[in-house]
């Protein structure tokens, strides 16, 4: 028996994008986050008027949203970057926009058709900013080492039930290594969970105070499996998902572009 595994059962539920509408709800949360909450600089309400945040790298990328089910309310949503399958080759975003430490990483060694980027992982505030929980103590620089994400709530944070979704569609696309670009306060939270992921760069400007990471995903979850059980068991549904495939399949791309345009 897992009790975090009941909790999020009973209080969250992690919706795959294929739909137009779905995809629409996942913009405007962005938006809501971005532009009306003003999370990060540089999202400005008034460049989308459509009241949707968006932008090129939605053509291939792979979508979720977090339902709050005692409300039914949207509260989260992320999305993979995907390679490209028109344009194999195309930077991630974490490649164009940080500058990458050739001692920790090497692009030209990564295998690009099983990379992914996590990207506009977001939650509404009034969901993500809890006063005794680790995410407000972070920003207000309170130490956090000895904090048991399991003592306060019966679920620990709504980011790891976006965690779920993200290795989800990991496993889906044959996705086993990720990138991102983060503030590191985010990746400190993740660890909670057994779920950072590796700097490779130094802190940038990019929307603010951000870093680049790395994470080969296949040790990541082993490494959980040992040292975090229980959350382990929860983002892999008891080892039935991780990816496990040594082959892409392009066809498997659940948001091609026809799907955006129906939005656009």
Same mark, same amino acid.
């Given at each position: 028996?897992?009790?975090?595994v009941d909790a999020f059962n009973e209080y969250f539920e992690v919706i795959d994008v294929r739909s137009p509408e779905l995809l629409r709800q996942a913009f405007h949360l962005?938006?809501?986050?971005?532009?009306?909450?003003?999370?990060?600089?540089?999202?400005?309400?008034?460049?989308?008027?459509?009241?949707?945040?968006?932008?090129?790298?939605?053509?291939?990328?792979?979508?979720?949203?977090?339902?709050?089910?005692?409300?039914?309310?949207?509260?989260?949503?992320?999305?993979?970057?995907?390679?490209?399958?028109?344009?194999?080759?195309?930077?991630?975003?974490?490649?164009?926009?940080?500058?990458?430490?050739?001692?920790? @990483?090497?692009?030209?060694?990564?295998?690009?058709?099983?990379? %992914?980027? @996590?990207?506009?992982?977001?939650?509404?505030?009034r969901f993500a900013r809890r006063r005794d929980e680790p995410l407000h103590a972070l920003e207000k620089g309170v130490n956090i080492e000895n904090w048991n994400p399991t003592?306060?709530?019966?679920?620990?944070?709504?980011?790891?039930?976006?965690?779920?979704? @993200? @290795?989800?569609?990991?496993?889906?696309?044959?996705?086993?290594?990720?990138?991102?670009?983060?503030?590191?306060?985010?990746?400190? *939270?993740?660890?909670?969970?057994?779920?950072? *992921?590796?700097?490779?760069?130094?802190?940038?400007?990019?929307? %603010?105070?951000?870093?680049p990471y790395y994470v080969n995903l296949i040790k990541m979850l082993d490494r959980m499996s040992k040292d975090y059980h229980q959350f382990w068991e929860l983002v892999t549904?008891? %080892?039935?998902?991780?990816?496990?495939?040594?082959?892409?399949?392009?066809?498997?791309?659940?948001?091609?572009?026809?799907?955006?345009?129906?939005?656009?």
């Amino acid at each position: 028996m897992n009790d975090v595994v009941d909790a999020f059962n009973e209080y969250f539920e992690v919706i795959d994008v294929r739909s137009p509408e779905l995809l629409r709800q996942a913009f405007h949360l962005r938006y809501r986050v971005y532009c009306v909450e003003q999370r990060a600089p540089g999202f400005e309400a008034s460049k989308y008027p459509t009241e949707m945040e968006s932008d090129c790298y939605d053509h291939h990328s792979s979508h979720m949203l977090l339902r709050h089910r005692p409300s039914g309310e949207f509260v989260g949503t992320a999305r993979l970057i995907l390679p490209d399958p028109l344009e194999p080759k195309k930077p991630f975003p974490t490649e164009q926009h940080t500058r990458l430490d050739p001692a920790l @990483i090497d692009m030209s060694k990564v295998s690009r058709q099983h990379t %992914g980027e @996590i990207s506009r992982l977001v939650v509404i505030r009034r969901f993500a900013r809890r006063r005794d929980e680790p995410l407000h103590a972070l920003e207000k620089g309170v130490n956090i080492e000895n904090w048991n994400p399991t003592n306060k709530r019966r679920f620990p944070h709504p980011l790891l039930a976006l965690a779920v979704g @993200i @290795i989800r569609m990991s496993a889906e696309h044959n996705i086993t290594h990720w990138l991102s670009v983060m503030e590191p306060s985010l990746n400190r *939270l993740l660890s909670l969970y057994g779920l950072q *992921l590796d700097p490779v760069g130094p802190i940038i400007e990019h929307h %603010g105070q951000r870093r680049p990471y790395y994470v080969n995903l296949i040790k990541m979850l082993d490494r959980m499996s040992k040292d975090y059980h229980q959350f382990w068991e929860l983002v892999t549904d008891y %080892g039935k998902v991780r990816p496990v495939s040594n082959e892409y399949t392009q066809g498997s791309v659940s948001n091609p572009e026809h799907f955006l345009e129906a939005v656009e």
